[in-house]
């Protein structure tokens, strides 16, 4: 027999209802099986939505920060006296408006590797990111490249002590400049940039030089496959092969060691990928095939 049809029978026997045994424990449970309305199991707080949320607010007015999570509010209600779920202060955050403003989500591409971010002529896509490097005298600095992802060359690259968006839109300009013949409005149409969402990266000035420039925004987003590949995996290569093996003392060793380092690369490290021809050979090949 089951154990349900026990105390079912122990209840018929006794001549008492569900209301009459549960209000001597708690006249929170409205409705139920008997009343033929569905209750949420367990005790009630003693506090309705609109008075939690006039906790919640103090909460929030007293914090010291700017934007405070559900969680972080809901430990900070029990030195109040006040337990409450977690999925409750959640719904009552979100419909006042209190949650803190999150990135905007997005349609998520395939997350099978399936997809590629290689382009069959070069100037359709470049990729561009940033790392630091240290220096004796100046200390940390700043690396920006951008990279071809058809021939896989560096179109531009600037090193800086201070790592802006203005620092971040040297390659770029290096790179219309040096593929394009001159820099001008509208000059590199059909471009587009794969970027990351750092803060030189969203910043107003740039996006609007690229504007200004016909340049196509893509950005990369965390957890895409494909994401901003080719221009890290070029980073990696920089790292291994030259910043990792010098000291430098200032930022202009640097900036004479790594332009080597990046003419060698453009030229003898590409030979072989290409058939041994040079970057610019495959780059004028590609472009008069497709023309």
């Known amino acids: 027999m089951a154990r349900a049809t026990v ?22 449970r409205h409705g139920g099986r008997d009343r033929g309305t569905p209750a949420k199991r367990g005790p009630r707080t003693p506090l309705d939505d609109a ?8 909460v929030l007015q007293a914090s010291g920060f ?50 590629t971010i290689t382009t069959p002529r070069p100037d359709e896509l ?48 290096q790179g ?5 013949g001159h820099y001008a409005p509208k000059v590199a149409l059909g471009l587009g940039l794969r970027m990351d969402w750092g803060p030189q990266y969203t910043a107003h000035q740039f996006l609007g030089e690229l504007r200004w420039l016909g340049i196509r925004p893509s950005p990369s987003y965390v957890g895409e496959p494909e994401c901003n590949g080719i221009m890290e995996r070029w980073i990696r290569t920089l790292k291994e092969e030259c910043l990792y093996l010098h000291d430098f003392a200032t930022l202009d060793e640097a900036r004479q060691v790594i332009g080597e380092f990046i003419e060698r690369y453009n030229q003898a490290w590409l030979l072989e990928r290409h058939g041994y021809r040079t970057p610019a050979d495959v780059r004028l090949s590609l472009t008069r095939r497709a023309a």
């Open 7 to 28: 105390y079912a029978r122990r209840l018929d026997e006794t001549g008492l209802n569900r209301d009459a045994l549960s209000a001597s424990q708690s006249d929170d």
């Open 51 to 58: 008075t939690l949320l006039v906790e919640i607010r103090a």
């Open 66 to 115: 700017c934007t405070e999570g559900h969680r972080k509010v809901r430990a900070r209600l029990r030195p109040r006296g006040i337990r409450v779920g977690k999925q409750r202060v959640l719904r009552l955050m979100r419909q006042a408006n209190l949650l803190a403003p999150t990135r905007r989500r997005h349609r998520r591409g395939d997350r099978a590797h399936a997809g």
């Open 126 to 173: 470049w990729g561009t990111d940033a790392t630091r490097f240290y220096t004796r005298r100046e200390g940390w600095c700043w690396f920006f490249g951008a990279i071809d992802h058809c021939v896989e060359d560096i179109v531009g690259w600037h090193v800086a002590k201070v790592g802006d968006r203005w620092a971040a839109l040297e390659p770029i300009r």
């Open 176 to 180: 219309v400049q040096r593929t394009h």
